[in-house]
Each structure stands twice: as C-alpha cells, then as structure tokens.
C-alpha cells in the first residue's frame, strides 16, 4: 500500500501543479504543453488504479491526437500572447469572490457524502471482475452498453462532417 | 521489493547501454549499406592506432566530433521549446524498449532473470501510445526554431507522422485478433511451438499482407525514405532540424535511428517470432541472437528500399496514407475477423 | 501496477540522459556567436518576413480526421483483443455473430465517414 500512496501523492501534485501551470501561462503553446504533463500524469493515476487499458488509451487519444489537434490549431492560428486587458467593469471582480466560495460550499457538501468505500474493491487476479482492463471493456462494451458504442460511430460522423464542413466555409 | 528494484534498474541501465551502441552502429551500418549498393566502399578507415579497423570506430568519431561543435541556438527561438523538442523526441524514443522481450530467460548463479524489463498486459498499446507522444517533439522543434523552413517542415512532417499512424495502428488490430492479447511476452511465447518455427506470419499467412502494411506505415512514421520528403535536403534544406547544431541535432537522428529499431522490434516480436527459433528450448541464449538477427534483417530492408526507391512527394504522401493504406487496413481487419469467425 | 514501476525508471533515465547530453555539449563546445550564425537559415540570404504567417488550414483537418479515425482505432482494440475468446467460448454462444456483426456496423459507419472526406476533396491537393 505504501507504495500505490506515494505515487498517487506524487502524480497527484503533478498533476495540479500542471493543470495550474495551464492557467499561469501566457504563452497558448506552454499552456497546451502543461495540459498534455495533466493528461499524462492523470494517465499514470489512471495505471495506480489498475486501469491500464485506460490509461494507455488517454495517451493515444487525448494526449496523442487531441493536444496534437490543439497545438496545430495554435500554430496554424499563430495566436498571440495574451495582453493583460482593461477591464471595463471592474464591479464584477468582487462579484466573482462569493460565486467561487459558493462553488466550493457546493462541492464539500457532495463530497461529504460519498465513501470511499463504495468504490469497487481491486480484485486481484479475478479478470470478469476487473474495472478497466481490457478484457472487461471488450467484453461489456458490446454487450451491455453496446447502445451508447454504435450511438458513438455516429457521433464520431456526425463530428467528422461538421468539422470538414465548418472548416472548408472559411477557406473555401 | 528492493529486489525487484535492482533488477529493474540493472535490466534498464544494461538495455539503454546496449541501445546507444546500437544506434551508433547502425549508424554505420546504413552509411556501409549506403555505401555498398551505391557501387564503393564506405568508411573504412577510422580504427584505433595503426589498425584500420574496417572503419568500425568511425561512430565514436562522429560522436566526439558533434560533442565539440558549437552549439547554435538562433537568436529569434524559442529557447524552452527548442532545448525541449530533441529531448522530447528522444524519450519516447528510449521507453520502448522496456516492454519488449528479448529472450525467454537465463539463469545465472541460480537466479533465473526474464528478458525483458517488465510485463505489460496493454504493452502494445503502451508503444502505441508512445508512437503518438512522439509527434510532439518535431512540430515543436519546427516552430520554435522561428524559420520557415522549420516550420513547414515540422508541420509537414507531423501530419504525415500522425497520417501513417493510423494505418500503424489498424495493422497492429489485425494481429491483435490473431493473437488475443496485448502482452508482448504473450504474443512471443505464443509462438514457440514447431520447434520453434511457428511464427506468426507461418501459422496465420493472412498476416503477410498485414505485415506489408504494418512495414510500410513504420517507414513513413519514422521518416525514411521514400517517405523523407519533410526532411530532405534537396527539399526543405533540412526539415524540422534545420536549426538545430551539435548534440540536439544528434539527439534528434539517436531518435530517428531509435524509432527505425523499434519499429522492426515490433515487426519481428508480431510477425517473425520474436525470439523464438530452431533450439531456444534447450540454449535460451539463442534467443537474443535470433532476435537481433531478425531486427538486423528488417532494418537491412528499410535501409536497402532507402537507397534504392525515389521519394514521393508529400501529396502524393498523404494521398497513398489516407486512400489506399488507410482502407486496406480496415479491409484487412474485416477478412481476418470473418476468416476467425468462420473457420477453426 | 508494480509492473509499471520501470516506466517511471526508465524516464527518469532517459530524462537523465537527455539532461547530460545537453550539458555537456554546453561545457565542451566553444560559443563564438556571430551575427550570422544566429539568424534563421534561409539558403544565405536574409530572411524575408517573419516565420509565424498563418499556415494551411489542410493541417487542422488532417488533424481532426486522425483523431476522429484514432478513436475508431481504440474501440476496435479492446474488440480485437477478446473477439477469438468470444467466439470460440461457450459462454458467448449465442452473441457469435452479433459480435462480429455490430463491429462491422461501426465500421461500415467509419467507412462513410472517410468516403465523405474523400469526396469533399479533403485528401487532395499538396496533401
């Protein structure tokens, strides 16, 4: 157990310190490079959890083809660094203290009231019952859920089309 | 758990050892290879001393060479990003290795060590999955450098990186309905039976036309010829590395030549068998030589289609990825997926 | 998991590697920086205009048809991986060719898809 807790505390604090780092940033590139260090390190919280299979697919999908989408897009749009901005209503900063306390009040009181215990217990060496690994989503996905997987196919066309269409307009 | 530990950390240490040397050499493989096909001799005069050598000491030449030159870093980069793309490009590069299996095992004062670092259950995946972080370090490298060629380059070549990955990685869900399982561990022992000869590409022969696919994609995804255009000299001066001098620049070809290695590893661990050969029952140390043997063979072949085939302009490029490897992959899947449902 | 520990070995190594490679090209290599050597290459004469103009849209729409394909890519895996158990078990008996028939459906959708793209001249022209 030792161990499961200090590389959860470990990829955990790189995890945040990234996902911070996203925000600090001025330049879009390095924000985008600090998103894919989150993805990564979530994709190493994913693997202490035993879920391999996930976390290796979180690195070919979404660090592998969706930042590789952003950072062409921040390229292609050669987006500048962000200037600090004038702020036109300066009222609302104060507005936005209460809002996020409120947000946070919100979450506590969720949080209360979920026990870690009622996660599923990692089963050792029992593969059906295993959350995660390859042979359990192989086999669920198309048999209990094969639903929401062949509404997924349309989805991916219907995103191939709008994308194909939405970009062509412009520079058609 | 310390054991382990030090295994591990000796398992990994040993393989990176043997990788850099690798590299270099295939260095000079490719220039000999090169050298051959084109009619001379190549280098063969860099030895120790009086003695020639053959020109086997010219890597550790080119190495001390690149440490000494200077280091350019151009005054409009990036500085960040431009030191971190060849570093980058190179780790993946390097991580590989851990999951494939070089031998079954060998036993040593008593103590039996397996030959491969550690045993993955998604280990294919988890290449796949570096094949993808891979791509960042040559479109950064193109944008930081702030030169035009750079950057077209960098594009250019992530776009078809990202392109031939696709037909990459349906290939490899050919051979995964073959095989069952992503562990390349399992995937080698599979195919120990027949004395050793029961290679994938024997026991399944729908598999060679798998492995053409599977073959060309990984040129086209490490940047060979003729899929080099993005870095041709002729071309785009030098691509994305343009602006790169002295050890980054040796960083980013220890990559390429990485790559190139493990691509012809996966080959010969999907395909051919791994280490798996005549008699590695009886002397598990056959195994590491059967396997370097078929990983020679194949990057033999990748060099030997380098200077022998013209390159394809990048059109040309994309059209072949995405219109004919792209739809072969998915027609193989369907053939092979019917061919096990419906026989055996 | 612990079977994962070797990943973060052989990062930090790696990370290590990378890290003494650079310096020491720092400490060996003399740095005699002049006015040419720092500006942008461009075949020996000045550089005209800036690198950063906007680029092809071509490279976003490669991108996003690679991701959309990478995605069909990650459903197929996990199917791949158990389709011959599940089509020579027992337990699975009566879902044989459903099987195999509802990955064909999401293909044959995904095979649109890249007709659709095809048709729309998306895969053409300095491509």
């Known amino acids: 157990m030792e161990l499961e807790k200090l590389l959860f505390i470990v990829f955990a604090v790189i995890a945040i310190a ?5 925000l600090l940033q001025r330049n879009p590139l390095y924000s985008a490079l600090s998103l894919i260090g989150t993805l990564l390190a979530l994709s190493a919280l994913y693997v202490t959890v035993r879920a391999e299979f996930i976390a290796a697919v979180q690195i070919v999908v979404y660090a592998g083809a969706i930042m590789v989408l952003f950072i062409f897009v921040i390229m292609l749009l050669n987006i500048p660094k962000d200037q600090p901005q004038i702020e036109k209503q300066k009222a609302l900063r104060y507005l936005a203290i209460p809002f996020a306390g409120l947000m946070i009040a919100e979450m506590f009181y969720v949080l209360r009231w979920i026990r870690l215990s009622t996660l599923p217990p990692v089963p050792a060496g029992n593969a059906e019952q295993a959350v995660g690994t390859t042979w359990s989503i192989g086999t669920r996905l198309f048999t209990d859920y094969l639903l929401p997987f062949e509404v997924t196919s349309v989805l991916i066309l219907m995103a191939v089309v709008g994308a194909m269409v939405l970009a062509r307009r412009e520079g058609d | 758990m310390t054991n382990l530990l030090l295994e591990w950390v000796i398992k990994t240490i040993v393989i990176l050892f043997i990788l850099v040397t690798a590299v270099a050499y295939v260095t000079l493989m490719e220039r000999k290879v090169m050298a051959w096909i ?41 500085r960040w990003l431009y030191v971190l793309a060849p570093a980058l490009s190179l780790i993946p590069a390097l991580m590989t290795f851990i999951v494939i299996p070089y031998g079954s095992h060998i036993t040593i004062f008593g103590y039996t060590i397996e030959l491969h670092v550690t045993r993955m259950n998604v280990g294919l995946l988890y290449v796949l999955a570096l094949t993808s972080v891979g791509v960042y370090g040559i479109v950064l490298a193109g944008w930081s450098s702030n030169n035009k060629y750079s950057l077209m380059g960098g594009l250019r070549s992530s776009a078809q990186m990202i392109s031939y990955e696709l037909a990459l990685g349906l290939s490899i869900v050919s051979v995964l309905l073959y095989t069952g399982t992503l562990d390349l561990v399992e995937i080698v022992e599979a195919q120990s039976g027949f004395h050793g000869l029961a290679w994938n590409i024997f ?126 992959s998915i027609v193989n899947i369907i053939i092979s997926s019917t061919v096990i449902l419906f026989m055996r | 998991m612990v ?21 020491l090209s720092k400490l060996a290599a003399k740095s005699r920086p002049t006015r040419e ?49 599940v089509v020579r ?39």
């Open chain 3, 3 to 23: 079977n994962y520990v070797p990943v973060l070995l052989i990062l930090i190594i790696a990370l290590g590697m990378a890290a003494v490679i650079i310096i």
């Open chain 3, 37 to 85: 050597k720092l500006m942008p290459y461009e075949c020996g004469v000045e550089p005209v205009g800036t690198a950063r103009e906007r680029q092809s849209v071509k490279f976003y729409l490669v991108a996003m048809a690679f991701l959309l394909f990478d995605i069909e890519a990650v459903f197929l895996v996990p199917w791949a991986v158990v389709f011959r158990d």
């Open chain 3, 89 to 127: 078990s027992e337990a699975y008996r009566h879902l044989k060719y459903v099987f195999y028939g509802e990955m064909m459906v999401f293909m044959v959708v995904l095979f649109v898809g890249l007709i659709y793209v095809w048709r729309k001249g998306i895969l053409e022209w300095n491509k």
């Open chain 2, 203 to 328: 026991h399944y022969p729908l598999l060679i036309l798998v492995f053409v696919i599977f073959y060309i994609a990984s040129l086209a995804e490490t940047n060979r010829t003729p899929f080099d255009l993005p870095e041709a000299d002729s071309e785009l001066v030098a691509g994305y590395h343009t602006e790169y001098s002295s050890m980054k620049f040796v960083m980013f070809q220890m990559a390429e030549y990485l790559n190139l290695i493990t691509a012809s590893s996966i080959a010969t661990t999907l395909f051919f068998g791994g280490w798996n050969g005549p008699f590695v029952g009886r002397l598990p140390l056959l195994g590491p030589l059967y396997f370097t043997v078929k990983v020679l063979a194949l990057i033999f072949l990748a060099m030997w289609i380098r200077y022998t085939v013209p390159r394809f302009r990048y059109d040309q490029l994309m059209r072949f990825g995405w219109k004919f490897l792209l739809p072969a």
């Open chain 1, 18 to 22: 990234s996902a911070l780092n996203i």
């Open chain 2, 38 to 78: 084109q009619m001379r001799v190549g280098p063969n005069r860099v030895g120790l001393g009086k003695f020639r050598l053959w020109g086997l000491m010219q890597p550790l030449a080119d190495g001390l060479k690149m440490i000494f030159k200077e280091d350019i870093i151009p005054l409009q980069a990036n």
